[in-house]
């Protein structure tokens, strides 16, 4: 069975940063892209970027470029998201996400979420 | 980017009902779009890829059907697990992936 598990909820400073984690388990971790989707409290859904977990090559929403940085791990089967700098603004819940591949990016497996409210 | 813009924003039926959603994209898409649903609290679901295409095990009320930039997702009758929020997705452009604002569908 594909899971993706994340890493708990999180609060931080304005200021702070944070590295969520999302661990993949079912599948050859290193053969799909995995993405990365913020959701804002009551809004929509909005990606950030993704990561091919073989080579770490990267590709960021034109958005969120210089904002956040995609890593990988394959030999733990674990994508990480890194936020920087945070601020209020940056309170969402964040969501991995498998692409489905063979060419194909929309989403077939989805991680629980990881909710990330910045206060001071 | 590519804008995606779904109609309606909210939308109120009945158990049984017809349910149609709109996803307009701001430019040709060809076949690559996806729709998802998700209830509150949860993960988005996969519903249907590359506009038509039912993701496994998603019941066979639910069909997709358009191309370039007119897309729709029907739900042929509405059932109780049904009443939740329904996003679509573009992959045309696979450096640039963009949704639309969400259709909530609630309760007549």
């Known amino acids: 069975e594909v899971q993706l598990v994340q890493s708990g909820e999180e609060v931080k400073r304005p200021g702070e940063s944070l590295k969520i984690s999302c661990q993949g388990s079912?599948?050859?971790?290193?053969?799909?892209?995995i993405g990365w989707v913020r959701q804002m409290p009551d809004k929509g859904l909005e990606w950030l970027g993704t990561?091919?977990?073989?080579?770490?090559?990267?590709r960021y929403s034109p958005s969120f470029q210089g904002q956040v940085t995609l890593s990988a791990d394959k030999s733990v089967t674990t994508a990480y998201l890194h936020l920087y700098s945070l601020k209020s603004s940056d309170t969402a819940l964040y969501f991995c996400?498998?692409?489905?591949?063979?060419?194909?990016?929309?989403?077939?497996?989805w991680g629980q979420g990881t909710l990330v409210t910045v206060s001071s | 980017d590519i804008q995606m813009t779904q109609s309606p924003s909210t939308l109120s039926a009945s158990v049984g009902d017809r349910v149609t959603i709109t996803c307009r994209a701001s430019q040709n898409i060809n076949k690559w779009l996806a729709w998802y649903q998700q209830r509150p609290g949860e993960a988005p679901k996969l519903l249907i890829y590359r506009t038509s295409n039912l993701q496994g095990g998603v019941p066979s009320r639910f069909s997709g059907s358009g191309s370039g930039t007119e897309f729709t997702l029907t739900i042929s009758s509405l059932q109780p697990d049904d009443f939740a929020t329904y996003y679509c997705?573009?992959?045309?452009?696979?450096?640039?992936?963009?949704f639309g604002g969400g259709t909530k569908v609630d309760v007549k």
């Open positions: 997705q573009q992959y045309q452009t696979y450096y640039a992936l963009t």
């Open positions: 990561i091919y977990p073989d080579d770490s090559e990267t």
């Open positions: 996400a498998r692409h489905v591949g063979q060419g194909d990016y929309s989403f077939d497996y």
């Open positions: 079912g599948y050859r971790f290193g053969d799909y892209w």
